[in-house]
């Protein structure tokens, strides 16, 4: 069943009463897929991890949670995502909230250990270039963690895990691995784990 456009909106870019609405179900909806994600992310002391499209902030919060020595930055498009997780993450030294333009990613190269994404990739305009911007601030060696769904939220829209990997690889990953979440006949779910190589091939 096709989301509402006025709801699918919102999904993409929380905005308004109905948008902190959808902030609090995307915590909920998104349970299962982030606990994938923090397995996957598989977080270190001292890690500088990196959360594009935080939404709920719920993820990030796991995150921070599971070592003390962690730094977490979260980056959205969402000028209400960006002023709800500054609130809740206030106290919070070693979190960092920033608004992004959904293009480029306001950080330096090889900033962080860890970037994550949970089912924001179908709202990226330009998936591959996005993703060339997270390698671009990974260290080498670092870890790309992907979750999402096959069949986006959009009417019509599909993202198959081979057309994702094989747009992980085109931005220079290597090592993939995809692991189902859920199967079902609405879509499956899955988590693809990618890494920047260790050194830098001659060309």
Request: aromatic letters at 6%.
């Amino acid at each position: 069943m096709a989301i509402p456009k006025r709801v699918l909106k919102q999904v993409g870019h929380p905005s308004g009463l109905t948008g902190r609405i959808i902030l609090r179900m995307l915590n909920r909806a998104n349970s299962n897929m982030n606990a994938h994600a923090l397995a996957e992310l598989d977080v270190s002391d001292h890690d500088n991890v990196l959360e594009v499209g935080f939404g709920g902030g719920a993820l990030m919060s796991d995150i921070l949670a599971a070592r003390t020595s962690i730094r977490a930055t979260g980056c959205d498009i969402s000028k209400l995502a960006v002023r709800s997780a500054r609130r809740r993450f206030s106290m919070e030294k070693r979190a960092r909230i920033d608004q992004i333009s959904g293009k480029d990613l306001p950080y330096s190269d090889a900033q962080f250990a860890k970037v994550v994404g949970v089912n924001v990739i179908y709202f990226w305009q330009d998936i591959l270039g996005m993703l060339l911007e997270i390698s671009r601030v990974l260290e080498r060696g670092g870890r790309v963690v992907i979750c999402y769904s096959e069949y986006g939220p959009k009417e019509g829209s599909e993202f198959k895990m081979s057309e994702i990997e094989s747009q992980l690889r085109a931005a220079g990953f290597v090592d993939l691995r995809t692991t189902p979440i859920t199967t079902s006949e609405a879509g499956n779910h899955y988590c693809t784990v990618g890494f920047k190589p260790d050194t830098i091939l001659a060309e």
